[in-house]
């Protein structure tokens, strides 16, 4: 019972200083200034860490003045990742057990595209691995099966590249040429991969070193942004225009079928993440969206970027209760979407460890 008590009154005391922290503005809402605005956001595995692209508000010749940062799950810098200048970041992506982060970048000294990778095992001291070189003339979009390998786009191919001994193992061909793959999704246990070109998404069984085509989706009209796989494996999102469609894997059929669909936005969707029983989506709309796979209902919305052109600042942690995005000025805002935040999750978890 004292423990309880004392309890209480130390989440009374952390009340009154949250509510004058300079960082926390609401009872469940994190927002950091800066002096960039935010580009990319991607939650670490562990869910207290966030890899974060800021990019300098400057002129456009020097539009894509970038820096990589980690962030806290409070939403204080911690780390600055060098990755060289004037480079404009496509996509960031950790790899399934956070040991790894990769960024894909075009180097506008130099006209070329690079793939970046960091070792990150140890949070407070990564070291750069390597650096794919430029012979993939596209890679915008990158996404891991595990700690090895990293699949990019070239062109109308999706290239899987063995990160430990740094070259290209396999090339997939998505028979749409001459459109490009614009997205690539593995899912969580790396036995699927989907990738989507000219309005069709190619789904491929990795389970065996030669990958084996499966089955496709068409999508019509076209406005693909973006794609995620359920992290139970048996799903997939596609955000189709304002919509968002939910397709599931038919075993008696052998084919994906068009389970529901999710409407409520306004326009274009460009950013999706799905984690735990939370789907995430940004659109166009300068709206955030939340909606609850239980039920695929939504359960929260927040206004987003209207002064800030970037929409792939969106990423919802492990746990599916935290979900990161580019606040109205471009700030990086966290929203704890359960209604309380991560510094008083901590302490609810500290309370309960020590009632037992």
């Known amino acids: ?15 009154c200083i949250v509510g004058f922290h300079k960082v926390v503005v609401a009872g469940n809402h994190l927002q950091t200034p800066s002096n960039g605005f935010v580009r990319f956001s991607e939650w670490h595995p562990n869910g207290e860490v966030l890899a974060v692209v800021l990019e300098a508000d400057l002129a456009p010749a020097t539009y894509y003045d970038q820096e990589l940062w980690l962030y806290s799950n409070l939403g204080q810098p911690i780390l600055n990742l060098d990755m060289g200048k004037m ?9 399934q057990s956070g040991n790894y982060l990769a960024i894909n970048t075009y180097d506008e000294r130099r ?21 794919f070189p430029m012979s993939y003339p596209t890679a915008e979009t990158i996404n891991w099966q595990d700690d090895n390998r990293l699949a990019i786009n070239s062109l109308d191919y999706v290239v899987i590249l063995d990160v430990p001994i740094g070259k290209a193992v396999q090339v997939l061909a998505t028979e749409s040429y001459p459109y490009s793959v614009k997205n690539i999704a593995w899912n969580k246990d790396g036995s699927r991969l989907a990738a989507e070109s000219g309005n069709t998404i190619f789904i491929w069984d990795t389970t065996n070193s030669d990958y084996q085509l499966v089955g496709t989706i068409p999508i019509t009209p076209s406005d693909i942004y973006d794609m995620v796989w359920n ?3 048996e799903e997939i999102a596609v955000s189709n225009g304002s919509n968002i469609e939910i397709w599931q894997w038919d075993s008696q059929r052998y084919s994906y079928t068009n389970s529901i669909s999710l409407i409520g936005h306004t326009d274009d969707i460009e950013r999706l993440d799905w984690q735990a029983t939370h ?6 709309d300068n709206t955030v969206r939340v909606w609850d796979t239980l039920t695929w209902s939504e359960i929260h919305s927040f206004s987003s970027n209207s002064l800030r052109p970037t929409k792939k600042a969106l990423s919802l942690s492990p746990d599916g209760t935290q979900l990161a995005f580019s606040g109205q000025n471009g700030e990086l805002v966290i929203e704890n979407i359960l209604g309380y935040t991560p510094l008083l999750e901590r302490i609810y978890r500290a309370l309960a460890k020590e009632s037992h």
């Open 1 to 15: 019972m004292l423990k309880t008590i004392r309890g209480l009154a130390f989440i009374s005391f952390l009340f």
């Open 87 to 95: 480079e404009k970041v496509h996509e960031i992506a950790w790899s």
């Open 111 to 131: 006209g070329g595209q690079k793939v970046l990778i960091w070792d990150t095992t140890y949070l407070n001291n990564p070291t750069r691995l390597t650096t």
């Open 231 to 233: 992290p139970n494996d």
């Open 279 to 284: 789907l995430a989506s940004s659109s166009f």
